[in-house]
């Protein structure tokens, strides 16, 4: 006669909590890859106004790729860049989060287009001096004409940037000349009529020479310029509506650039 024990049976969990509990680790795992990618690789975002037509009109939702930027990787002359707002650039309206409980958690995941941000190509990088206009209307950077006919809304008299208000620097083709502070970058919309962009917050030269012996203003007049920490990413590509996919490139036309 066999003296040893029974086995004890061995608990195992039902099936409807096995699958609630499965259910519950993917959602856990797919959650931390999202922020993963989202902190490292690439990041959803929409196009807030129309300073980015004809290439990328309001809504349009884009991705935008961060390696290219990492370690020694800089921004180049005609990327288009996503970049925090460097200091009132944004109204109220347009620096606003995602409305709504859901909209707000998949916005911090990056499965949810992120506001509060701007979209703009980079013009000049440090160093550069951007001129606007040469004798046909384009924008020269280090004396070197571009070329923008392909991807900027069509402008009457030049290739310059939006009418400004009264007692601002610039506006339209009346000429002006910027230099690139270190660590930042100059940028503009493709919609020139239509971007409040870098050439629209330029400090005028009278408060250029002013700024020498005034801290507060130095600073305002900084504020033309985007640091570099400031970039997100490069958009790569339009994905959504999906009739307009395509990929972006930077214009062969800031090849030709030479360096400051």
């Known amino acids: 006669m ?5 086995e004890t049976a061995k608990p195992h969990r ?3 909590v096995r699958v609630v509990v499965e259910t519950a680790v993917l959602i856990v795992v797919a959650v931390v890859l999202a922020l993963v990618v989202k902190t490292f690789f ?10 980015m037509e004809p290439g990328l009109k309001i809504n349009d939702r884009i991705l935008v790729e961060k390696p290219s930027y990492w370690l020694h990787g800089q921004p180049r002359r005609g990327d288009v860049i996503v970049f925090a707002d460097p200091g009132r650039w944004l109204d109220a309206d347009a620096d606003a989060p995602p409305t709504g409980a859901v909209g707000r958690v998949l916005a911090k995941v990056g499965l949810y ?3 509060g941000h701007l979209v703009k190509r980079v013009i000049g990088v440090a160093g550069d001096t951007v001129h606007c206009c040469d004798s046909h209307g384009r924008i020269e950077v280090n004396g070197q004409p571009l ?8 402008q009457e008299d030049c290739d310059g940037p939006m009418e400004q208000a009264e007692g601002t620097y610039g506006g339209g083709c009346r000429g002006w000349t910027a230099k690139v502070p270190a660590g930042r970058l100059f940028v503009m919309g493709d919609n020139r009529g239509d971007s409040a962009d870098s050439s629209y917050h330029l400090c005028s030269p009278p408060e250029l020479r002013r700024a020498k012996t005034n801290a507060t203003l130095a600073r305002r007049c900084q504020n033309a310029f985007v640091p570099v920490s400031l970039v997100v990413g490069k958009v790569v590509a339009l994905v959504w509506p999906a009739s307009h996919f395509r990929f972006l490139h930077r214009p ?3 090849d030709h650039v030479p360096n400051a």
């Open 147 to 154: 070329d923008e006919d392909g991807f900027i809304a069509r």
């Open 42 to 51: 690439v990041q959803a975002f929409y196009i807030p106004s129309i300073s």
């Open 113 to 115: 287009p992120t506001g």
């Open 252 to 254: 062969a036309t800031f």
């Open 2 to 6: 066999s003296t040893d024990a029974p």
């Open 14 to 16: 039902s099936g409807p």
